[in-house]
C-alpha cells in the first residue's frame, strides 16, 4: 500500500509540474528540500558530518548554510526532473547547452565503445536522456528503486529517448557486448559498494570503497572513459558538460585498476569542490573500515579554496 501511495504521489505531482512554469516548479522543489532538512533529523546529520569532515575550515554556520543548499537543490532537482520528462526531445533539447560533446565524437570514433561517468551531482539523469538526443542512445547501469512503481516509472523516463537500462544481473556481459558493438554505457562512481572487487581510493582526502567495474573493463576492451555532468543554469536550463576522456595508467603502473579509478574519482572530486551543493552529501560514503591507501593524483588537480562567505560559498575556487 505504501508503495502505491508514493507512486500516486510522484503521478499527482508530475501532472501539476507539467503546467506550472519553470520557476514555480524550481522554488516549490526548493520549499520540499528545505522542508526535508528541517525535518529528516538522521539525513541532516550525515550531511553536516560529511561536509565539516571535507570542508573543515569553513564555519559551522557556513556547513549549515550549504547543507541548507544541497537539501533545497535535490527537492528543485525531483520537482524539475518530472517536468523535463515530460517534454518532447525538441523541447528537451531546447532547455540544454552542450559543451565538450566533441569529446565524446572522437571517443565513439575511436571504435572500443565508452563509459560515460558521473556520480549523484547536479542533474546527472538529464545527462542520459539528452545524450541520447545529441549523440546516440546508451546503456544505463543502474540499482532498481525499492518501490517497484517508482522503479517503473524511472526506469520509463530513462528509456524515453532511446536508452536502455542494466540492472545488476548479467550486467557484465551486456556491457562488453555494448562496448564491443561501440556503444556508450553510462555509470555512476561515487556510491559505498561493498562488492568483493571494490578497491580504495581517496575522495576528499579520506579512503572510500569504489566500484572497480569500469576501470578494469576500460582497460581490458580499450573503451574510452569520459566524465559528463549536467550543471543547473536557471529556469529549467542546464549545461551538460563533456569532460577530456581520463588518460589510462602506463604499462609500468603497479595497480592499473585502481590508479585509473582514482583518476576518475578525482575528476568527480574537482567538480564537487567547485559545486559542493550540487552532490548527494547524505549520502554515507565514507564508512568506518575503509583503510587509507596511498595513490598518486596527478592527472586532474583538485581545486583548491576553503574559505567561505557568509553564505556558504568558497570565496576562492577553479
Known sequence: MRHRLE?????IVTSAVRVIPWGLVGAAGSV???????????????????LEAAFPVRTARARRVLARRVFAHFGRLLFELLKFSTLTPPQMLARVEFDGDDHARQAYAYGRGVFFFTGHFGFWEV?????????????????????????DL???????????VIYRRGAARRVLRMLESNQGVAILIDQHTHEPDAVRVEFFDRPVATTSSMAAMAL?????????????IGSGRYRMIYE???????????????EF??????????????????WLWMHRRWRNGDERVATER?????????????????????
Not at 244 to 258: C, F, I, K, N
Open 127 to 151: 545527462c542520459g536522456i539528452v545524450h541520447a538526443l545529441r549523440l546516440a542512445p546508451i546503456g544505463l547501469l543502474a540499482r532498481p528503486l525499492d518501490n517497484p512503481f517508482l522503479n
Open 298 to 318: 596527478e592527472i586532474v588537480p583538485a581545486a583548491s579554496g576553503e574559505a567561505d562567505d557568509e553564505n556558504g560559498r568558497p570565496v576562492s575556487e577553479d
Open 32 to 50: 520540499l528540500g528545505l522542508a526535508f532538512f528541517a525535518l529528516d533529523g538522521a539525513h541532516r546529520r550525515i550531511t553536516l558530518a560529511n
Open 154 to 164: 524511472l526506469e520509463r523516463m530513462r528509456e524515453c529517448t532511446g536508452n536502455s
Open 7 to 11: 507512486y500516486w504521489l510522484i503521478a
Open 261 to 278: 579509478t582514482q583518476r576518475c574519482t578525482d575528476v568527480l572530486e574537482m567538480y564537487v569542490r567547485r559545486y559542493p551543493e550540487l
Open 244 to 258: 577530456h576522456p581520463v588518460e589510462m595508467p602506463p604499462a609500468s603502473s603497479a595497480d592499473p585498476v585502481l
Open 220 to 232: 581490458r576492451t580499450g573503451a574510452r572513459a569520459i566524465p559528463v555532468f549536467a550543471i543547473p
